[in-house]
């Protein structure tokens, strides 16, 4: 029985899986040749609300279909090259919605569940056009 769930867990996750870019500059190249805005989620090693924002908000299909079409970067606390291409950053997790020419459209600090980062979404997608 465990290995039922754990083998529908596996291909639930690869079925709603993001496609994360490897660094920001790969993320902001692919937003200006898309068109479209950069989700650089900031997280910490040990960060137990940036693992349940994974794995339960970003994760969720509702959540998953509206972000795939995002330039998507996770980008680790502790990389200071990485880190110091960002906003300064009051903790973790933390995502930015940025345009191409790295402007901030929406900052959005802590875990959310599936329906407040959904209203997020909203709301970068207003401010954005």
């Given at each position: 029985m ?12 690869m079925?709603?899986?993001?496609d994360?870019e490897k660094?920001?500059?790969?993320a902001f ?9 950069v ?6 090693e040990?960060?137990?609300?940036c ?8 994760l ?12 998507l970067?996770?980008?680790m606390?502790?990389d200071?090259s990485?880190?110091?291409k ?8 933390t995502?930015f ?5 790295k402007?901030?459209?929406e900052?959005v ?5 599936v ?9 970068v997608?207003?401010k954005?056009k």
């Amino acid at each position: 029985m465990k290995k039922i769930v754990l083998a529908i867990f596996v291909l639930s996750s690869m079925l709603f899986s993001l496609d994360w870019e490897k660094d920001i500059a790969t993320a902001f190249t692919k937003a200006q040749s898309e068109n479209t805005l950069v989700m650089v989620m900031v997280e910490s090693e040990y960060c137990g609300w940036c693992s349940k924002m994974k794995e339960r908000t970003l994760l969720d299909e509702r959540i998953t279909k509206r972000i795939e079409k995002y330039a998507l970067v996770k980008v680790m606390r502790s990389d200071k090259s990485e880190m110091s291409k960002l906003p300064k950053v009051h903790g973790a997790p933390t995502v930015f919605f940025m345009k191409s020419d790295k402007t901030v459209v929406e900052e959005v600090i802590g875990y959310f569940n599936v329906e407040d980062f959904n209203a997020y979404l909203n709301d970068v997608e207003r401010k954005s056009k």
